[in-house]
């Protein structure tokens, strides 16, 4: 069993910065992909970034140019930095497991999940 804990949400106005942290446990971190998810009030979980094992990373066009995903293997975390932050980020984000070492956008190449982090971003 994978245990994910989020970290790092808020409330901010728009414009400004957050970074959110996904600390992981229970299996080998370092040969897994890792992505990051939102769920927005009335809305479906949507995709925002990932990265695989060897750093390779995927970003929604909603997002890119304004949110970095890293990881540090020997921390066994994954960072979402978050800048330029708009309104419409407002969302719960959700760290995620994946299946395998491969970088992808659909929720189902991911096994595990948190509980999330509410990002409030004000006008």
């Known amino acids: 069993q994978v245990q994910l804990v989020e970290s790092g949400g808020g409330l901010v106005q728009a414009g400004g910065s957050l970074r959110l942290s996904c600390a992981a446990s229970?299996?080998?971190?370092?040969?897994?992909?890792m992505g990051w998810f939102r769920q927005a009030p009335g809305k479906e979980r949507e995709f925002v970034a990932a990265?695989?094992?060897?750093?390779?990373?995927v970003y929604a066009d909603s997002v890119k140019g304004r949110f970095t995903i890293s990881r540090d293997n020997a921390k066994n975390t994954v960072y979402l930095q978050m800048n330029s932050l708009k309104p419409e980020d407002t969302a719960v984000y959700y760290c995620?497991?994946?299946?395998?070492?491969?970088?992808?956008?659909?929720?189902?190449?991911?096994?595990?999940w948190g509980h999330g982090t509410q990002v409030t971003v004000s006008s």
């Open positions: 995620a497991a994946g299946r395998n070492p491969i970088a992808t956008m659909s929720i189902s190449g991911y096994a595990y």
């Open positions: 990265i695989s094992w060897s750093g390779t990373t």
């Open positions: 229970g299996r080998t971190f370092s040969g897994y992909a």
